[in-house]
């Protein structure tokens, strides 16, 4: 089973639209959890962090539920220019090392239609 | 806010030779560097860690002798891919962690291309 699951797409979705993302994870000892966009041929940016209580942030909202290692991304109203690949990354220290490690899941890929 | 960048942006070289990433934090110490490859249509996949003055930590698979990491200084990190083969192409980011800080701040990468 891979470190984060997200169902690849694409998701091709009218503008206008509501659009939703989910991830699951493996390790339960897994601290911290986030959304990152990556555009093509470019670095992934953070769009945003992951809380339990769920967090809002414009038209994003983000979900997390520990019990389930479950992640979910809502995007409302979208836009042309949410088009890109939407990344879940999950953060968790090691405990050989005692390094933070980021998992990427594979990104689900969306793409607008005007 | 915290900036890191990553030079070349992208390069092609001949099977066999060697190339040099350089990742700075321009605005920030950069305790801890991240490097990751990304094949096509596929994630990141981390390749190491290292933190300043310490050797770096590979992942399994991932060949210590021929991705050759440097972390000398607080600003600066370096991946040597040495005798590049063609399936060594691939896109090539680094990640910089600051002592204390929460985010990790990716370089814009480097496209790498062995023919």
Redesign the interface.
């Known amino acids: 089973r891979k470190e ?1 699951e997200q169902d690849p797409g694409p998701f091709n979705v009218p503008e206008g639209a509501t659009v939703a993302f989910n991830c699951t994870y493996s390790n339960s000892a897994s601290q911290s959890f986030f959304w990152y966009r990556q555009d093509c ?6 769009l945003m962090s992951v809380y339990s209580s769920g967090n809002e942030d414009g038209r994003f909202t983000a979900q997390l539920n520990r019990a389930s290692q479950y992640i979910s991304l809502l995007i409302r109203d979208s836009k042309l220019s949410d088009s890109a690949t939407y ?1 879940c990354v999950v953060n968790m220290m090691e405990s050989n ?1 005692g ?9 689900t890929r969306l793409t607008i239609i005007p | 806010g915290a900036v890191v960048s990553q030079h070349p942006s992208w390069v092609i070289c001949k099977s066999g030779t060697s190339v040099k990433i350089e990742c700075r934090s321009l605005d920030f110490q950069a305790t ?1 560097m ?1 490097w ?1 490859r990304q094949f096509p249509k ?5 390749m190491a ?1 290292s ?1 300043e003055g310490s050797k770096a ?1 590979y992942e399994q698979g991932v060949e210590k002798d021929k991705f050759l990491i440097n972390h000398a200084s607080l600003t600066l990190s370096t991946l040597t891919v040495t005798s590049a083969h063609p399936e060594d192409s691939s ?1 090539y ?1 680094c ?1 910089a ?1 600051g002592e204390g800080g929460y ?2 701040t ?4 480097t ?1 790498l291309t062995v023919v």
């Not at chain 2, 596929?42 to 981390?46: A, D, E, G, R, T």
């Not at chain 2, 990716?106 to 990468?109: K, M, P, T």
């Open positions: 984060v041929r470019k670095e992934p940016k953070l990344l090392f390094n933070e490690k980021l998992t990427f899941g594979t990104g | 801890t991240f990751y596929q994630s990141l996949m981390l860690t933190n930590t896109f980011i990640s962690r985010g990790y990716f370089g814009s990468g496209r």
